[in-house]
């Protein structure tokens, strides 16, 4: 079931900073915080990279695949993500864990 784009919305409205961005990928959603994949939204759900600041925050029965054959991520639950400071703070923790992405390569 393909995420909604109203639920993207509503999540990107939680989430403050203009090193925030969303992705569409095969129906479902991809969120960067600068220029780092700290997040996926699947099947209308919210699921967050795991590092140390996302399992500092979240109980790690929270883990969970966002689709069938996929690494785990620490779903959030829906009345978290209505604190906006938290969901901030805590998008912008994960991406200071990620190493910086590596360079495109220039196409020939």
């Known amino acids: 079931m393909a995420t909604s784009e109203a639920t993207l919305v509503r999540i990107l409205e939680k989430i403050q900073g203009d090193n925030i961005r969303a992705a569409k990928m095969f129906g479902e959603y991809t969120i960067y915080c600068d220029e780092k994949v700290v997040a996926l939204i699947a099947d209308d759900q919210m699921f967050l990279k ?7 925050e979240l109980d790690p ?7 069938p054959g996929a690494k785990p ?3 959030v639950p ?3 993500i209505q604190d906006s400071a938290w969901i901030t703070s805590l998008v912008n923790a994960i991406a200071a ?4 992405p590596k360079p495109k390569r220039r196409k020939s």
């Open 61 to 67: 029965s929270h883990e969970a695949p966002p689709y």
């Open 73 to 75: 991520f620490l779903k």
């Open 78 to 80: 829906d009345e978290r």
């Open 50 to 56: 795991i590092t140390a600041a996302s399992r500092a």
């Open 97 to 100: 864990d990620l190493p910086q």
